[in-house]
T-cell receptor, first 116, second 117 residues
Framework: DSGVTQTPKHLITATGQRVTLRCSPRSGDLSVYWYQQSLDQGLQFLIQYYNGEERAKGNILERFSAQQFPDLHSELNLSSLELGDSALYFC???????????????FGDGTRLSIL | AQSVAQPEDQVNVAEGNPLTVKCTYSVSGNPYLFWYVQYPNRGLQFLLKYITGDNLVKGSYGFEAEFNKSQTSFHLKKPSALVSDSALYFCAVRDYYSGAGSYQLTFGKGTKLSVIP
């Protein structure tokens, strides 16, 4: 058990809809990362938050947004969903993020999003 | 930006035989390298990391990895494969962005390991 909790495990919805994925990081971890995993694109970094602040953006679409709350849980919002958004969405957390930080990221079990 | 490559999409090995999953890296400066494993319907699990020091790194579940600076490689190894080792394996490199004051992990495309009974 990584200590990272993601809900829901599965989500089925239709094109054009909006969904929210939730992540609770490991106790004590201040940084949260979101990834998208699909068969054709592999594992893609989307966005990172640290202690409530956005720190880095990867290949995140404008239709997607995220936030990290004061209790450090994070939500990833996906809107105007398209068939191509069907994927596994992972959250990971880590303790430090500085130049000398060498701790691994710990992953949740993901949310499988299916767009019909 | 830093990058890693996993040249094999799939590796098949017989149970009890040694296994190797290959990874090469391209970095500026000293590399921080990681291996993760993903079992079906699960998230990625951390196996081991190389930061500095001994070129042979030992990790979880009997896995080890050999860092080779001259060949820019970080291959994952295990002396005797188990059927339960069958999974998807990812190599990753830490990419630090001074502007953001944070790091990200850049992952390879993954290698599917099948251990045949």
């Amino acid at each position: 058990d990584s200590g990272v909790t993601q809900t829901p495990k599965h989500l089925i919805t239709a094109t054009g809809q909006r969904v929210t994925l939730r992540c609770s990081p490991r106790s004590g971890d201040l940084s949260v990362y979101w990834y998208q995993q699909s068969l054709d694109q592999g594992l893609q970094f989307l966005i990172q938050y640290y202690n409530g602040e956005e720190r880095a953006k990867g290949n995140i679409l404008e239709r997607f947004s995220a936030q990290q709350f004061p209790d450090l849980h994070s939500e990833l919002n996906l809107s105007s969903l398209e068939l191509g958004d069907s994927a596994l969405y992972f959250c990971a957390s880590s303790a430090g993020i500085g130049a000398n930080s060498n701790q691994p990221q710990h992953f949740g079990d993901g949310t499988r999003l299916s767009i019909l | 930006a830093q990058s890693v490559a996993q040249p094999e999409d799939q590796v098949n090995v017989a149970e009890g035989n040694p296994l190797t999953v290959k990874c090469t890296y391209s970095v500026s400066g000293n590399p921080y390298l990681f291996w993760y494993v993903q079992y079906p319907n699960r998230g990625l699990q951390f196996l081991l990391k190389y930061i500095t020091g001994d070129n042979l790194v030992k990790g979880s579940y009997g896995f080890e990895a050999e860092f080779n600076k001259s060949q820019t490689s970080f291959h994952l190894k295990k002396p005797s494969a188990l059927v339960s080792d069958s999974a998807l394996y990812f190599c990753a490199v830490r990419d630090y962005y001074s502007g953001a004051g944070s790091y990200q992990l850049t992952f390879g495309k993954g290698t599917k390991l099948s251990v045949i009974p």
